[in-house]
């Protein structure tokens, strides 16, 4: 059975004010579903949520790998094109 949370219950469980999750739910970025005029949160899409909105060392990884994939394929294609110049001008 999915575990349904109250506006009051997810911020006590984020730790963060009902403004900020009013905040959220204006912007977009919080799932939910409002139900008879009240908002309700599913604790297994919350946890998702925070899991895929973390920012720390998966992160930071995450972005290095891809600043170095597009550095190399930088340099490789600087190569190529030296390899092709001097080609060119022989």
């Excluded at 908002?39 to 899991?51: G, N, S």
């Excluded at 190399?72 to 030296?82: A, F, G, K, L, V």
Aim: proline share 1%; net charge positive; with cysteine.
């Amino acid at each position: 059975m999915t575990e349904l949370m109250t506006l009051e219950e997810v911020a006590a469980y984020l730790r963060v004010t009902r403004k900020t999750i009013y905040r959220l739910l204006k912007q977009g970025k919080i799932p939910a579903t409002k139900v008879s005029h009240q908002w309700r949160f599913e604790k297994a899409r919350i946890d998702e949520w925070l899991h895929q909105n973390s920012v720390g060392a998966k992160a930071s990884i995450r972005g290095c790998s891809h600043q170095l994939s597009a550095y190399y394929s930088e340099r490789e294609m600087n190569s190529q094109q030296e390899e092709w110049w001097q080609h060119v001008t022989r």
